[in-house]
């Protein structure tokens, strides 16, 4: 996750300290834990919906073999043993588990910090409180686009203000919320438009997500890389306007190359010193986390390079303990990952941002290319951006 | 209606008589799930090196070597086929505890349509 609000606007959130180390006046997760990954669990394959970019290619049927009761709450003892600092609940729709607070009381007690990822129609205002008192410290709901194309996107008329009564009972139980946006043909032109509604709703904290490739998100459905670069110039601007006044976080997700964009944009707009300091936060962020900061286990077990890389399981947590099949390094791919940028071909490992961008999504560049050391078809930095400004400084900061 | 989903324990694992559990719960849902493994020179014994989902073993093929480009020699198996034993019982210390607190073991979801 990149941080625009951080990064340009100075607005310090919780989740900081886990993206730019501690550099930062808000309170802090643990320090102590940034060296694991934050892990998604996607607690089943079941969901009410069926929209269309879904990474899980989830439906309303349920499917054998998903983890027990008893296996989570042994699963999560093992990622707090390990050292994870974060567990994000997912599916499919994790709240058609009604074990699901429980299973999130189990990761709040065992050190974790439960936060959810759902769509937000079956969230009421009695499942919130209970949520809440679970000790689920955030919760992210799915909007993606206004209220005909959001309906549109998911395949379910009134998914939208469903959603929206979610989020309601999400601020009413004084829970963290925040909107999780994926950013396609479908939704790019609707941004504006819902950045304004959930704010007034109170809203103010906002993900934009880039569009995986895997399961039903295709890269036919994702923009252009120059659409692409006007849309993140358009978020760019709307956090400087939302953020006179009130404190709202904007996020990037997905696609590093932003990162360098934000380098560029800083200098363009407030000047050397302040490029020069953005840069330094995402040198420590690292670039691109899949492999490394960022894993996910799914619903029968299986552990992937990240949420979106279902088709690829590095192995079982049925079969060995998340942090031994984490740590092994034998796996070729997970050495590929984490041995970014020297593995990436030669357009990433010259580019002047190779280091906090490493190479953007390795799956991305696989699903379009077959070649996993490709540039990401998503890369949207022009030529002399790449080659980066005339004189290096010396300390992997941008020119004076 | 409540769909009923069977997260019992006996749907993941049965005890051998060794001690040992065969892990029997399903690897992929849908599309079949192909165990790798893989070497990297011919003197290199064969490691596993996790699973692809692929409709065919050609698809896996080619999923594999787009992910191990520097394979030299690379086994697909149906992951369907694989027995799996290990000593390992994920969640049998909170196994009893559940079945002691609740008539039905298996949790249930809620409906969704």
Redo the contacts between chains.
Sequence with gaps: MISVSKLLYDLDAAGDGLRYGADSDAEQIRERRQQRPVVVWNT?????LSCAHCYA?AD?G??????????????L?ELADYGVPVVLFSGG?P?????LPELVAHASDAGLRPVLSTNGT?LTRERARELRDAGLAYAGISVDGGRETNDAFRGEAGAFDAAVRGIEACLDAGLKTGLRYTVTEQTVDDIADVVDLLTDVGVDRFCFYHLAYGGRGVPEADLTPERRREAITELVELTREYHSGAGIETLLVGNYCDAAYLVEYAREAFGEERARRVRRHLERNGGDPAGERVADIDY???VHATQFW????????????FGAIWDDE????LGRLRDRPDSLGEQCRSCAYADICRGASRLRA?TVT????ATDPQCYLTPAERAGPDTPTGDGGVAD | MTDELDRSPAAGSELTPDGRRAVTAPRSDGEPEWELFLCESPTEPLRHAGSVTAPSAEAAHERAMGLFPEATTLWCCPADEMARFTERDLGSDYREADEEGAADTRPTTREVR
Excluded at chain 1, 330 to 333: C, D, H, K, R, V
Excluded at chain 1, 370 to 373: E, N, R, S, V
């Design positions: 089943t394959k079941q969901c009410n290619g309303c349920s499917a054998p073999g998903e983890l027990t009761t008893a296996e989570g709450k042994a699963l003892d729709e709240l058609v588990r009604d074990d079956l029968l077990g299986n279902q088709s690829y399981s590095l192995g079982n947590v049925r079969d060995r303990p034998s796996n070729p791919l696989l077959g070649d996993i050391a």
